[in-house]
């Protein structure tokens, strides 16, 4: 990827301080196929980028030399988003409304017997050094309660369209030159390089019909330039040696400088002594072809909440990170408001919902998905030296939090 496309690369423009901040100057954009679409372009060879920030706005053409393009009359150098069109409401049917309320109940799900759970609390109490599992096997277990927490995610899939003009370097070939109404900001594409859905994404394409050849502002069309790397000097300071010609050697003797040969300097690396270069914007061909670029990303917007258990308070902040038994999703363009038998439950979700109604002005929700997975909790309170004591096994793959464990060991002294 050659310097003038990376400078254009979103999140890599640097703020100049005398015109404008962070201008897409060129970007990576696709060739235009034989019946005007747009495919995107894999790579390309270019130039070692050696201008500063201020210097890069040298190779943008005025603005104001840019045609109007109908539909883009207010784009520049700058990339702008452009807001989607209205979304059409569709009404949903009953009978689609219904299957918000397609909630498991938690009592199928499977309940863990007191052998599964003295089992589980031994594994657990193996795995810590500090442990007894002769108190895993010898407590008493009093009450086994079973207490579901529920895991709610909502996803909004959308997809953000921004427009700029960009130029690259003209190596001949055919223009599609501005003369027909391109299409608009969100016809351009037709669902070229849409990733699968809710993955995140982003690509470059080219808006038809924007082609306009014009002279490097640059060079003024010679397609060379004064070499800016050595300042028209044709050559630049050893940076072995510093300039000085000699340097000590490892031994501690000075001795000359075997890369400048003791003259403390060496031919320009861009010009090669030549004193004027290449010009990198036009890459030497004097003319550079501008269009209008068009940057698609596509977005995935997560959320998630928990509704757990009002007494598993030890475990609330570990339920997010644990796996439970999918009970409920459901994947539409549009998510107006859920209904589950758990009212609470209900309530986390309409407010995320809710939320993601507020999604920016120029995003396009494109599709929505939620689901609710059931967290097994179990709450075991046990009998262990005339006292009792709990602890919860939770998720799917049975974790044990015990913080009240019976038996512990510390520097080999038993600690009830």
């Known amino acids: 990827m050659s310097w003038y496309r990376r400078a254009s690369a979103p999140g890599l423009g640097k703020t100049s301080n005398r015109r404008r901040s962070s201008a897409s100057y060129s970007v990576a954009v696709g060739r235009r196929t034989s019946n005007g679409s747009s495919r995107?372009?894999?790579?390309?060879?270019?130039?070692?980028?050696?201008?500063?920030?201020?210097?890069?706005?040298?190779?943008?053409?005025?603005?104001?030399?840019?045609?109007?393009?109908?539909?883009?009359?207010?784009?520049?150098?700058?990339?702008?988003?452009?807001?989607?069109?209205?979304?059409?409401?569709?009404?949903?049917?009953?009978?689609?409304?219904?299957?918000?309320?397609?909630?498991?109940?938690?009592?199928?799900?499977?309940?863990?017997?007191?052998?599964?759970?003295?089992?589980?609390?031994?594994?657990?109490?193996?795995?810590?050094?500090?442990?007894?599992?002769?108190?895993?096997r010898e407590m008493r277990i009093v009450r086994i309660d079973y207490r579901p927490g529920y895991k709610y995610t909502l996803e909004s899939f959308t997809e953000t369209r921004q427009v700029a003009w960009s130029f690259e370097p003209y190596t001949g070939?055919?223009?599609?030159?501005?003369?027909?109404?391109?299409?608009?900001?969100?016809?351009?594409?037709?669902?070229?390089?849409?990733?699968?859905?809710?993955?995140?994404?982003?690509?470059?394409?080219?808006?038809?019909?924007?082609?306009?050849?014009?002279?490097?502002?640059a060079c003024y069309g010679v397609g060379s330039r004064r070499c800016t790397a050595c300042s028209a000097l044709g050559w630049e300071r050893c940076s072995l040696c510093l300039g000085d010609g000699h340097k000590i050697s490892m031994q501690g003797h000075r001795e000359r400088c075997f890369r400048c040969i003791g003259t403390g300097r060496k031919k320009?690396?861009?010009?090669?002594?030549?004193?004027?270069?290449?010009?990198?914007?036009?890459?030497?061909?004097?003319?550079?072809?501008?269009?209008?670029?068009?940057?698609?990303?596509?977005?995935?917007?997560?959320?998630?909440?928990?509704?757990?258990?009002?007494?598993?308070?030890?475990?609330?902040e570990k339920l997010e990170y644990v796996k439970g038994h999918l009970v409920f999703q459901d994947e539409r363009p549009m998510l107006a408001s859920a209904s589950f038998p758990v009212k609470d439950l209900e309530c986390i979700a309409n407010s995320l919902l809710e939320k993601h109604q507020r999604i920016s002005s120029g995003e396009k929700l494109l599709l929505q998905r939620h689901g609710v997975w059931a967290i097994p909790v179990t709450c075991v309170t046990y009998e262990w030296k005339h006292k009792q004591k709990s602890f919860f096994v939770y998720g799917s793959k049975n974790e044990v939090c015990a913080p009240d464990f019976p038996e512990r060991y510390c520097c080999c002294c038993a600690v009830s």
């Open 173 to 217: 070939g055919p223009l599609d030159e501005v003369g027909p109404a391109p299409p608009g900001p969100w016809e351009v594409g037709g669902g070229v390089g849409r990733p699968k859905p809710f993955h995140v994404h982003c690509t470059c394409l080219e808006v038809p019909h924007t082609d306009l050849l014009t002279t490097c502002k």
């Open 40 to 136: 995107i372009r894999s790579s390309s060879k270019g130039h070692i980028r050696d201008f500063g920030d201020d210097d890069i706005e040298v190779f943008l053409p005025p603005l104001e030399e840019m045609p109007t393009v109908v539909g883009y009359e207010d784009v520049t150098f700058e990339m702008c988003t452009v807001n989607p069109p209205p979304a059409v409401l569709v009404t949903e049917d009953d009978d689609a409304s219904d299957e918000m309320g397609d909630l498991k109940p938690f009592t199928e799900l499977p309940h863990l017997s007191e052998k599964e759970i003295r089992k589980t609390l031994i594994r657990h109490a193996d795995s810590r050094c500090a442990f007894d599992k002769d108190a895993a």
């Open 268 to 316: 320009c690396w861009k010009c090669g002594g030549e004193t004027i270069a290449v010009c990198a914007g036009c890459s030497g061909t004097g003319q550079i072809r501008c269009f209008i670029a068009l940057n698609i990303n596509w977005s995935n917007h997560v959320d998630t909440d928990i509704l757990d258990p009002s007494d598993a308070l030890p475990i609330s």
